[in-house]
């Protein structure tokens, strides 16, 4: 496992140039945020949020980047719930009193529910979420162990386009990402598959 000073480190050797040490920390965050939004294993989480009587709405995790699924449990058995247009609960909720909710949909990093719950409900929510940013040198977290070849590469490509301007170099890098990306999707479709073929339909 790197931490967040190993990993500038190996690219400040790597690219054996002094004086970037800002430059290499503002590169592997930029690098974080470019992948976040894709699902890993190390992103994907569950948690509970609870719904309150006459109150339409739930704050999102404020981790959340992308929602999976979204749940109510009603009394021991748990429902999923529908997402729809955000206009559409708006003009359902108009004309409509308080519930059990069956639809939402996502809006201002709030869920909106429809109907406006009548009682108090636990929803499990399914989603993709960031991880806590690197910071502190001693930092560590799953962007520097499973995807750490994949974001130095990242930020080195960015380092050689903007701050050292080396083309070739930069292209360099491409090449060499986007084969660490392949190996990391390769492994998380074998991961995840189910041992079905799924068909596909022109």
């Given at each position: 496992?790197?931490?967040?000073?190993?990993?500038?480190?190996?690219?400040?050797?790597?690219?054996?140039?002094?004086?970037?040490?800002?430059?290499?920390?503002?590169?592997?965050?930029?690098?974080?945020?470019?992948?976040?939004?894709?699902?890993w294993p190390w992103n994907e989480y569950s948690t509970t949020l609870?719904?309150?009587?006459?109150?339409?709405?739930?704050?999102?995790?404020?981790?959340?980047?992308?929602?999976?699924?979204?749940?109510?449990?009603?009394?021991?058995?748990?429902?999923?719930?529908?997402?729809r247009d955000y206009g559409q609960i708006v003009d359902w909720r108009?004309?409509?009193?308080?519930?059990?909710?069956?639809?939402?949909?996502?809006?201002?990093?709030?869920?909106?529910?429809?109907?406006?719950?009548?009682?108090?409900?636990?929803?499990?929510?399914?989603?993709?979420?960031?991880?806590?940013?690197?910071?502190?040198?001693?930092?560590?977290?799953?962007?520097?162990?499973?995807?750490?070849?994949?974001?130095?590469?990242?930020?080195?490509?960015?380092?050689?386009?903007?701050?050292?301007?080396?083309?070739?170099?930069?292209?360099?890098?491409?090449?060499?990402?986007?084969?660490?990306?392949?190996?990391?999707?390769?492994?998380?479709?074998?991961?995840?598959?189910?041992?079905?073929?799924?068909?596909?339909?022109?």
């Open positions: 496992m790197a931490t967040y000073l190993e990993t500038q480190t190996r690219i400040a050797n790597e690219l054996n140039r002094s004086g970037l040490t800002a430059e290499i920390k503002l590169a592997i965050l930029s690098a974080v945020e470019y992948y976040k939004k894709r699902r609870t719904c309150v009587t006459d109150t339409a709405y739930v704050a999102l995790p404020s981790d959340f980047v992308e929602l999976d699924k979204l749940q109510i449990t009603v009394g021991t058995q748990k429902r999923p719930l529908m997402q108009a004309n409509s009193s308080s519930g059990e909710p069956t639809e939402f949909a996502l809006w201002q990093n709030r869920i909106e529910l429809y109907l406006v719950p009548n009682s108090t409900y636990t929803l499990t929510i399914h989603y993709v979420r960031s991880l806590t940013a690197l910071s502190a040198d001693t930092d560590e977290n799953a962007w520097l162990t499973d995807a750490e070849e994949l974001i130095r590469l990242h930020a080195k490509k960015d380092l050689y386009a903007n701050k050292i301007h080396d083309v070739a170099s930069a292209k360099d890098m491409q090449a060499l990402e986007d084969s660490a990306l392949l190996r990391l999707e390769s492994w998380h479709q074998r991961r995840t598959a189910t041992g079905r073929t799924r068909s596909y339909y022109l």
